[in-house]
Structures are given as C-alpha cells and as structure tokens.
C-alpha cells in the first residue's frame, strides 16, 4: 500500500481593501488587498494541517505587494477592518482617518 503525502499545496485567502495608496509599481490610485497564503501538508491529496503562512498587501492592478511582518499583520487587520466599515459607509471619514492614523501602515 502506497501513502501519498505532500508539502506545498497552497491556499490564498484575500480579505479585501486595506490600504489606499498610489501603487509604485504601476502609479494607479488603488486600493492594497490584503493577502493570506497558507501552505499545507497533504495525505492522498487532502490538506491536513498547514505549516507556513504569509501575509501581504498587493496591489489589485498588478499585483505586484510586500510581505508583511507579523506586528504589521495585525496592524493590517484592524485596517482592513475599518476600512470595509468605511467602504460600506458605516464609519465616517472622520472615524477612518484616525483608524488610518493608528494603523500606522
Ligand atoms: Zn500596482
């Protein structure tokens, strides 16, 4: 009997705008998304646990980003956060720019 197993099946998880920026990349007035990649050990081709994950902000145009550190993922988090509740108009501009001016990003 054969056990087929694996490394380096990937999975992305993208939580959506983060950050406003002018890319300096492609000089496009955009928002960064906020990425997740994770990559997983497999048996038969099923993944079972992961055991590295990445996060980045990339540009929605060229998709050309940053890995983040792990103090910025959680900075990035909170921002992504407010910055759907702004998006949806839930906050105010007022509410946002200070969410911005915390994130620190
Ligand atoms: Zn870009």
Redesign the pocket.
């Known amino acids: 009997m054969f056990i087929i197993f694996g490394w380096n099946h990937e999975t992305r998880k993208n939580y959506g705008p983060t950050r406003e920026i002018i890319?300096?990349?492609?000089?496009?007035k955009?928002y960064l998304d906020l990425l997740q990649t994770k990559l997983w050990f497999t048996l038969f081709f099923i993944p079972i646990f992961p055991y590295k994950s990445k996060h980045y902000l990339i540009?929605?145009?060229?998709?050309?980003g940053l890995e983040l550190t792990d103090e910025q993922v959680d900075k990035a988090l909170k921002l992504n956060n407010a910055t759907g509740l702004y998006l949806k108009e839930t906050i105010n501009k007022e509410q946002y720019t200070k969410a911005l001016a915390e994130s620190n990003l």
């Open positions: 890319c300096p990349n492609c000089s496009n955009t540009c929605k145009i060229c998709s050309r």
